[in-house]
DNA sequence: CTGAAAGCGCTTACAG
DNA sequence: CTGAAAGCGCTTACAG
């Protein structure tokens, strides 16, 4: 230590710059030894007091799609509550590793995380590797996306959100609604992502109220649904478009592309609920590429209340997360797993989400 | 140590567990240490690594503004690039700190972070700050941004893409050229951000060679220019329209706000040049709103080349940033400070950004 | 091939 | 009010 080197005493450095037993020495000593310490650009060694203390006071926020402003936010908010109540944080940017989960682990293991919060985990983060942090006595709370083995789960709901925006659409006099989402439903229940089955819920929910639904795969709606049966225009009908998965994961825009191959034939569905902003805009995008008018010929809605859908030419019906409530559940259950590891823990958790209704989610 | 607890030697766990002298052992003690090693769950405490190397392999990125996507994508590349080199890397989200920039830095000091790279640095982080990374001899260099003392800033320069795509608008048959900007003219030289004086300068370069140009204010524009003295319909005009910088600060969409009052006018400009892509996204929606057709009343062009221009439906002219050049050439310098401190560095290094045509800059 | 020794920078009782 | 002692978990020469 440098401080005592240029002075005087010796730990009593550290009482005095530790602030702990600041009080106990005479101000003239204190002084000195501030100065002195500013003088020489003292700075405690992080690693040496992790060392003694036992503790880090570091919490790891490991997050997945920054792409997404919705879950920027729920980082971001992470983050500024953890500060709050007095823990550093340490951001792992899943999309900036090139694979190599496994050294990441160790990494944060090494570093003497206190515990985990991972916003919207993906596949590529599986239970295996929660379990390395639960072998350990790391605690992992999860934020958004799926359920995993050892650790709690703290999620939107969509279910009522969905519902919500399929009942104004069918009040609004859409009588056509179609819902696209990714294909799940060839995967047992349990294995279908926990959105999709709210989503799906939701929608169906809605549906069986006003009329009816379907699902199809998307090939299967173009060769059998299109052109609608014109029978009988008072029915109200929903229909879930099942896109292939791994659209999803490896084409860039899928719902742009199902768009602009559905705005291509002779009869529109009246409303289109998207999955999320990001895409709300691509339909919109094909939408004005193909000359189809938004909301007079189809209603768009999204989901996550991004900026983009505030500008009155886009303004879709969207729903917006409670993302102070959401952050702040997941850190009252990781504190608590902190102060008492054996504290039980429900499996998942679930937050409503708000309906936000725009102009372009009704006729004009 | 756990493992020698476990076993039988005792600083031999350190050797084999540390990779470095693991040949020199028996492969049967080998084996053992490192089989008790993993039914302990053993994990070295990296705070006690970094004490005894005295080094931590760690580089701090600290950046701002995850809103806009090359940003992100730079931050990315950042870090993807240390990790090829073998550094560990520190993210720092300053959007995620409240205030309390001091603490942070003393806290990535504590750390004994071994460099810092800040990207698109803002005005809340200044001279003084650079300056205690300075003083207990860790390196920083800047990435995007402006200049501070003490540190090298490596960035993109707009000049010769502002002027190409000028040039292109004018050769495409437009008239009147806007250019909005936030202002600082009113500021000496010395004062004002780097990129206004690199996208004044290209697009006044390419004015003079095929016209003339003026700057003016928000309001003075609106008084003074409008409508358009329609004396002389071939001359060629670039206009640089400057909005009071605190809009930028504290409104939210100035470009929206400022395009609505636009185009609400009886004369339009041919063709605006926005600051970037989320701007020219704003003008976008503005046009639509007001039922100006793009790009047959108006052109938009960007810069950044966000993944919204790049549907048709907005499809606007852009530029792109040599991304991973700028990255590489940071890191390359902060490798060479990090290994001979009094290394000279430059002030500045700037790398120029790469022209995309589409079709919204064009008359169809 | 393996172990004893010293020390990285700090903190926390404890004894003056 | 202040200092001597012990120890956090590791690594790195060095001596067997």
């Known amino acids: 230590m440098v401080a005592e080197q240029a002075e005087v005493s010796r730990e009593t450095a550290?009482?005095?710059?530790?602030?702990?037993?600041?009080?106990?020495?005479?101000?003239?000593?204190?002084?000195?030894?501030?100065?002195?310490?500013?003088?020489?650009?003292?700075?405690?060694?992080?690693?040496?007091?992790?060392?003694?203390?036992?503790?880090?006071?570091?919490?790891?926020?490991?997050?997945?799609?920054?792409?997404?402003?919705?879950?920027?936010?729920?980082?971001?908010?992470?983050?500024?509550?953890?500060?709050?109540?007095?823990?550093?944080?340490?951001?792992?940017?899943?999309?900036?590793?090139?694979?190599?989960?496994?050294?990441?682990?160790e990494t944060l293991i090494g570093s003497r995380v206190e515990g985990v919060l991972i916003s919207h985990i993906q596949t590529i983060f599986k239970d295996e590797h929660i379990e390395k942090f639960y072998h350990v006595g790391i605690p992992v709370v999860l934020v958004n996306g799926?359920?995993?083995?050892?650790?709690?789960?703290?999620?939107?709901?969509?279910?009522?959100?969905?519902?919500?925006?399929?009942?104004?659409?069918?009040?609004?006099?859409?009588?056509?609604?179609?819902?696209?989402?990714?294909?799940?439903?060839?995967?047992a229940e349990a294995h279908r992502p926990l959105n999709w089955n709210q989503r799906v819920t939701g929608f169906q929910r809605s549906c069986e109220r006003h009329g009816s639904w379907t699902i199809v795969g998307e090939e299967e709606f173009f060769a059998k649904c299109l052109p609608w049966p014109t029978a009988s225009p008072e029915k109200l009908e929903g229909i879930i478009l099942e896109q292939n998965a791994e659209d999803y994961a490896i084409v860039d825009k899928p719902v742009y592309r199902l768009c602009l191959r559905?705005?291509?034939?002779?009869?529109?569905?009246?409303?289109?609920?998207?999955?999320?902003?990001?895409?709300?805009?691509?339909?919109?995008?094909?939408?004005?590429e193909c000359g189809v008018a938004i909301p007079h010929d189809v209603a768009i809605t999204g989901?996550?209340?991004d900026r983009m859908g505030t500008f009155p030419?886009?303004?879709?019906?969207?729903?917006?997360?409670?993302?102070?409530?959401?952050?702040a559940k997941a850190i009252h259950l990781l504190l608590q797993l902190l102060k008492a590891p054996q504290t039980?823990?429900?499996?998942?958790?679930?937050?409503?989400?708000?309906?936000?209704?725009?102009?372009?989610?009704?006729r004009p």
């Open 146 to 187: 799926e359920t995993r083995r050892h650790a709690t789960l703290v999620s939107s709901d969509a279910t009522d959100a969905i519902e919500a925006i399929t009942d104004h659409l069918f009040t609004c006099g859409h009588r056509r609604v179609l819902q696209i989402i990714d294909r799940f439903s060839h995967l």
């Open 14 to 105: 550290s009482h005095i710059l530790g602030g702990k037993r600041a009080d106990r020495y005479k101000d003239s000593t204190r002084k000195r030894v501030e100065d002195i310490a500013r003088a020489l650009n003292y700075r405690p060694h992080r690693g040496a007091q992790m060392m003694k203390s036992g503790r880090s006071n570091i919490i790891a926020i490991i997050h997945f799609g920054a792409g997404i402003e919705a879950a920027r936010k729920i980082n971001q908010t992470l983050a500024q509550q953890l500060q709050k109540i007095g823990y550093d944080y340490l951001a792992i940017d899943m999309n900036w590793h090139d694979g190599n989960l496994d050294r990441l682990i």
């Open 262 to 288: 559905l705005f291509s034939q002779p009869s529109l569905p009246d409303a289109i609920i998207c999955r999320n902003d990001m895409y709300a805009m691509e339909a919109i995008a094909a939408a004005l």
């Open 344 to 362: 039980p823990m429900p499996e998942t958790l679930f937050i409503p989400s708000r309906v936000i209704i725009r102009n372009a989610g009704s």
């Open 303 to 305: 989901y996550d209340n």
């Open 313 to 327: 030419a886009f303004g879709f019906t969207t729903a917006e997360q409670d993302i102070e409530g959401i952050c």
